[in-house]
Each structure stands twice: as structure tokens, then as C-alpha cells.
């Protein structure tokens, strides 16, 4: 069944769907970012759920480039992420 509208999330939504878990997922192409662009306002969001303790995980079905090559990419847009980052 498609979504036919969405509801924005307002301040009490965002941190009782934040509270309730420890790690999320962010596809990257198209998602945090586009070519070589962050997606704006991404990298605050995700280094902000870093900060707060939220285990931060980016996964990909581009298979083109290895992971030290996806981690040196994040970090020059501005996320706070490392190849040995676990979260």
C-alpha cells in the first residue's frame, strides 16, 4: 500500500521516536548525498545522533568504491564518520 501523505515529525514526536532507538541507517546515494554534494543539513543531523549516542550506520548498493573510499567521502562533506566507526 503507497503512503499518500506524510506527516512532519514536530519536537515530542522527533525525541520519543529517538528515544526509542539505539542505532539507524542511512542509505547514502541520494539520501545524504548527491555526486559529490552532502545533502543539506545531512551531516548535521547525522554527527548530532553521533553525539547523542545513536550508533550511525551508512549502507549502499553501490559496490563501485571500497569502504575507506566511502568513509574518506563522508568526511570531507562534513559527517563525523570513520572507517572504524561501529556506530
Same mark, same amino acid.
Given at each position: 500500500?503507497?503512503? @499518500?501523505?506524510?506527516?512532519? +515529525?514536530? =519536537? $515530542?514526536? /522527533?525525541?520519543?521516536?529517538?528515544? @526509542?532507538?539505539? @542505532? ?5 546515494? =541520494?539520501? /545524504? ?5 552532502? /545533502? $543539506? =543539513?545531512? $551531516?548535521?543531523? /547525522?554527527? +548530532? !545522533? ?12 553501490? @559496490? ?9 567521502? !563522508? ?13
Amino acid at each position: 500500500m503507497a503512503v @499518500s501523505k506524510c506527516t512532519r +515529525l514536530n =519536537g $515530542p514526536l /522527533i525525541k520519543q521516536m529517538l528515544d @526509542s532507538v539505539d @542505532s539507524v541507517l542511512f542509505d547514502c546515494d =541520494g539520501v /545524504i548525498w548527491r555526486g559529490d554534494q552532502a /545533502i $543539506p =543539513g545531512a $551531516p548535521d543531523v /547525522i554527527n +548530532l !545522533l553521533k553525539k547523542n549516542g545513536k550508533k550511525v550506520f551508512f549502507v549502499t548498493n553501490n @559496490s563501485t568504491k571500497t569502504r575507506k573510499m566511502y568513509a574518506d567521502k !563522508l568526511a570531507l562533506m562534513g559527517f563525523n564518520a570513520a572507517l572504524q566507526d561501529e556506530g
